[in-house]
């Protein structure tokens, strides 16, 4: 039971995100009893929010995640109040304790949990994610037939969750009844420690091998986790020689993964690897609205430029400052105003115009530092000065830049896209021996990414004899 716990409350936390989490679930006493799941908030007013906005998705979880789930009942109630567990009602009702049966789940998801509100008709498209939007519904139309494995990167909230859960829920509508399994890295080691401990891999290893669909969140959590990639690297050849679909989120692109086995990195890149940018500011005020109009409310566009103007790139970011304002909002009934958000979020929340990086810029810091033309940069010269600013600028047009490796092959004299990779792969393994060549690389990222001079980086790290 403890482990499922753990699985649960991790699964809870990722599906609700780390604000909402902080501030709604945390404060909760969970109590687990008689197949009956006790949950006592702080306040009437906490209970009431949570019942309205929260309690389907902890539902949904605990469904999941407990093999009784469907057979548990839920219960939620006031913790100064305990008397009124007694008498369970609807949710919503401030006045009592909030009680559902968590009712049995889809015969097609087998494994973790889908969000139903991802869905690809609230997916927001836009010059930042066309690309992966496109493949994923690619995806979602003929799993296993293209783009096997789909490897989703991107920076965090920028929606990668969303869209590997708007192909399974897409993918559950078919009368095909297809098994899916959709659940985060960590819940997959979570789920296999479970098994080692209680002598039942056998079953876990049927429970994944045989999927249909594999949507796992948050690929980069396996880095050095030695054991959980052997078995993830046999649940993946299966799936794919069974030409079942894999799709994969993370931070980084597989070539950038660090801790990663050079045969998983190799599985990620042998699909297709899509990449999800920060939203423009447009995008994000659509996002927000959206998301608004979900919750019951129309938000002036004023209030929905306001709160995108003191949130960051981040989805999830403007989620949680657009539940602070409605949470405000519905507790003090009061008109959502631009006064109103500049009380509420403050400061604190500010954030730097998101500022789009250009492989140019890139090449020009990269030179100035290193004492090169840009004509030498991006020349066929194979000097050691040449040849290693050259692999580092290529290592910061991806990294920072975010840039393609097509792109950046053909910024560099059109070169062949595989010589991109080589030398990402050589400068992030030389990265993780070398402390000075790390620290340099860290101080000329910030410093492309804030367009200042690099003259302060100046003697640093030299080339070495081997680039």
């Given at each position: 039971?403890?482990?499922?716990?753990?699985?649960?409350?991790?699964?809870?936390?990722?599906?609700?995100?780390?604000?909402?989490?902080?501030?709604?679930?945390?404060?909760?006493?969970?109590?687990?009893?008689?197949?009956?799941?006790?949950?006592?908030?702080?306040?009437?007013?906490?209970?009431?929010?949570?019942?309205?906005?929260?309690?389907?998705?902890?539902?949904?979880?605990?469904?999941?995640?407990?093999?009784?789930?469907?057979?548990?009942?839920?219960?939620?109630?006031?913790?100064?109040?305990?008397?009124?567990?007694?008498?369970?009602?609807?949710?919503?009702?401030?006045?009592?304790?909030?009680?559902?049966?968590?009712?049995?789940?889809?015969?097609?998801?087998?494994?973790?949990?889908?969000?139903?509100?991802?869905?690809?008709?609230?997916?927001?498209?836009?010059?930042?994610?066309?690309?992966?939007?496109?493949?994923?519904?690619?995806?979602?139309?003929?799993?296993?037939?293209?783009?096997?494995?789909?490897?989703?990167?991107?920076?965090?909230?920028?929606?990668?969750?969303?869209?590997?859960?708007?192909?399974?829920?897409?993918?559950?509508?078919?009368?095909?009844?297809?098994?899916?399994?959709?659940?985060?890295?960590?819940?997959?080691?979570?789920?296999?420690?479970?098994?080692?401990?209680?002598?039942?891999?056998?079953?876990?290893?049927?429970?994944?091998?045989?999927?249909?669909?594999?949507?796992?969140?948050?690929?980069?959590?396996?880095?050095?986790?030695?054991?959980?990639?052997?078995?993830?690297?046999?649940?993946?050849?299966?799936?794919?020689?069974?030409?079942?679909?894999?799709?994969?989120?993370?931070?980084?692109?597989?070539?950038?993964?660090?801790?990663?086995?050079?045969?998983?990195?190799?599985?990620?890149?042998?699909?297709?690897?899509?990449?999800?940018?920060?939203?423009?500011?447009?995008?994000?005020?659509?996002?927000?609205?959206?998301?608004?109009?979900?919750?019951?409310?129309?938000?002036?566009?004023?209030?929905?430029?306001?709160?995108?103007?003191?949130?960051?790139?981040?989805?999830?970011?403007?989620?949680?400052?657009?539940?602070?304002?409605?949470?405000?909002?519905?507790?003090?009934?009061?008109?959502?105003?631009?006064?109103?958000?500049?009380?509420?979020?403050?400061p604190e929340m500010a954030a730097e115009p998101v500022r789009e990086i250009g492989i140019e810029e890139v090449q020009s810091e990269t030179a100035r530092y290193f004492g090169i033309t840009l004509e030498q940069l991006v020349a066929h010269s194979r000097d050691r000065v040449s040849s290693f600013?050259?692999?580092?600028?290529?290592?910061?047009?991806?990294?920072?830049?975010?840039?393609?490796?097509?792109?950046?092959?053909?910024?560099?004299?059109?070169?062949?896209?595989?010589?991109?990779?080589?030398?990402?792969?050589?400068?992030?393994?030389?990265?993780?021996?070398?402390?000075?060549?790390?620290?340099?690389?860290?101080?000329?990222?910030?410093?492309?990414?804030?367009?200042?001079?690099?003259?302060?980086?100046?003697?640093?790290?030299?080339?070495?004899?081997?680039?």
């Amino acid at each position: 039971m403890d482990g499922e716990w753990l699985a649960a409350l991790s699964q809870l936390r990722e599906t609700v995100g780390e604000r909402n989490y902080a501030t709604w679930i945390a404060p909760m006493q969970w109590t687990c009893k008689d197949g009956e799941i006790r949950v006592e908030a702080p306040s009437a007013f906490h209970r009431q929010w949570v019942g309205r906005h929260l309690l389907k998705t902890i539902e949904e979880v605990l469904r999941r995640s407990f093999p009784q789930g469907e057979r548990m009942r839920l219960v939620l109630t006031i913790r100064s109040q305990p008397s009124t567990a007694a008498s369970p009602s609807r949710v919503g009702d401030p006045n009592a304790a909030t009680s559902t049966r968590v009712r049995g789940a889809r015969s097609a998801l087998k494994v973790g949990r889908l969000v139903e509100k991802y869905d690809f008709a609230s997916f927001v498209v836009g010059p930042a994610n066309q690309l992966a939007a496109a493949a994923a519904k690619t995806v979602a139309e003929t799993p296993g037939r293209r783009f096997n494995p789909l490897f989703v990167w991107g920076g965090v909230g920028l929606g990668k969750t969303h869209l590997v859960n708007a192909i399974g829920n897409e993918v559950l509508k078919r009368p095909e009844g297809k098994r899916i399994g959709c659940l985060s890295a960590e819940t997959f080691m979570n789920m296999m420690i479970h098994a080692l401990r209680t002598d039942k891999m056998a079953d876990f290893r049927e429970r994944f091998r045989h999927l249909d669909l594999l949507l796992l969140d948050d690929v980069q959590f396996l880095a050095g986790k030695e054991r959980t990639q052997e078995e993830f690297f046999h649940t993946f050849q299966a799936l794919a020689e069974a030409q079942h679909q894999v799709v994969l989120t993370s931070d980084k692109p597989p070539s950038l993964l660090p801790g990663i086995e050079a045969r998983l990195r190799s599985r990620f890149e042998g699909g297709l690897l899509v990449d999800v940018m920060p939203p423009t500011q447009e995008m994000r005020c659509e996002i927000l609205q959206r998301k608004a109009h979900n919750r019951g409310h129309t938000l002036p566009d004023c209030v929905v430029r306001a709160i995108v103007q003191r949130c960051g790139p981040s989805v999830r970011e403007l989620e949680g400052a657009l539940n602070r304002v409605l949470a405000f909002v519905e507790m003090m009934g009061q008109k959502p105003t631009v006064d109103l958000v500049e009380t509420l979020l403050g400061p604190e929340m500010a954030a730097e115009p998101v500022r789009e990086i250009g492989i140019e810029e890139v090449q020009s810091e990269t030179a100035r530092y290193f004492g090169i033309t840009l004509e030498q940069l991006v020349a066929h010269s194979r000097d050691r000065v040449s040849s290693f600013a050259r692999q580092v600028a290529m290592y910061l047009c991806r990294s920072v830049a975010s840039a393609s490796l097509a792109r950046i092959a053909a910024a560099f004299g059109g070169r062949d896209h595989t010589s991109v990779l080589y030398a990402i792969r050589t400068i992030e393994k030389r990265r993780q021996a070398d402390a000075d060549l790390a620290r340099t690389l860290d101080c000329l990222a910030n410093s492309i990414t804030r367009g200042g001079s690099p003259n302060a980086l100046k003697g640093q790290v030299q080339p070495s004899s081997n680039p």
